[in-house]
């Protein structure tokens, strides 16, 4: 099973980029790179998937390694709803379905 | 668009008891899941569903039960509370398998306490 790790926690100013890094050094090659966060009391949100080439969405950016076994989710101006623990995730062989870990705690400091 | 919708939000059960927690969504997605999220933990997957009439376990399937008579509703039934079951649960739906990249919508979760 392909898997995915995180730092526990990370913390930034408001205001500020963050660069939230993902290490997944078993992916295969047609496997999506998703990322969710998931806000206090909430279920996750989608915030960005990709394959192989940079995304960006109006929520963040996905730079993904030239050889895919790592990735970083950038959040280019931290506000206060920014706090959240984000997954990055990969999808398990075997049920099809993505497999979330820990995550990042992120904390934002006004 | 409702997206994705649980109920009950909050149900405290007696050690035993069997309940159903409703899940529908209204975005014609065919495949459906259930997670459970335990304190400080990530979700582990308890049941799936790919389309009407066709389900699979998942991570952590053990006292639980679920059907799909239909492409809108995923209903989880606890055959006999445990507290081992206390946890919030996620209901979730996606158009297609995410092999092929596709998001996936999360209901607003199910707390649980079983006492």
């Known amino acids: 099973d392909a898997k995915t790790t995180q730092p526990n926690s990370m913390e930034s100013n408001e205001e500020e980029p963050v660069h939230l890094p993902c290490n997944h050094s078993?992916?295969?090659?047609?496997?999506?790179i998703h990322w969710y966060r998931q806000l206090p009391s909430q279920g996750p949100e989608y915030v960005i998937h990709?394959?192989?080439s940079n995304v960006n969405n109006r929520m963040a950016s996905l730079a993904i390694a030239e050889d895919r076994k790592s990735s970083t989710l950038i959040l280019h101006r931290a506000t206060l709803r920014d706090a959240a623990v984000y997954y990055c995730?990969?999808?398990?062989?075997?049920?099809?379905?993505?497999?979330f870990g820990t995550g990042t705690r992120l904390q934002v400091f006004p | 668009n409702a997206g994705v919708t649980q109920t009950p939000k909050f149900q405290v059960l007696k050690t035993g008891q069997s309940m159903t927690l409703q899940c529908a969504q209204d975005?014609?997605?065919?495949?459906m899941s259930w997670y459970r999220q335990d304190p400080g933990m990530g979700l582990r997957l308890i049941h799936y569903?790919?389309?009407?009439?066709?389900?699979d376990q998942g991570e952590v399937p053990n006292g639980y039960n679920v059907s799909r008579s239909t492409t809108e509703d995923f209903p989880l039934r606890l055959l006999s509370a445990a507290p081992s079951q206390t946890s919030v649960y996620f209901c979730?739906?996606?158009?297609?398998?995410?092999?092929?990249?596709?998001?996936?919508?999360f209901g607003e979760g199910s707390w649980l306490t079983v006492v």
């Open positions: 975005m014609n997605h065919e495949y």
């Open positions: 995730i990969l999808r398990d062989d075997n049920t099809d379905k993505l497999i």
């Open positions: 569903s790919v389309g009407a009439g066709i389900t």
């Open positions: 990709g394959l192989t």
């Open positions: 979730a739906s996606s158009y297609g398998s995410t092999y092929s990249g596709n998001t996936i919508y």
């Open positions: 078993t992916i295969s090659g047609t496997d999506y």
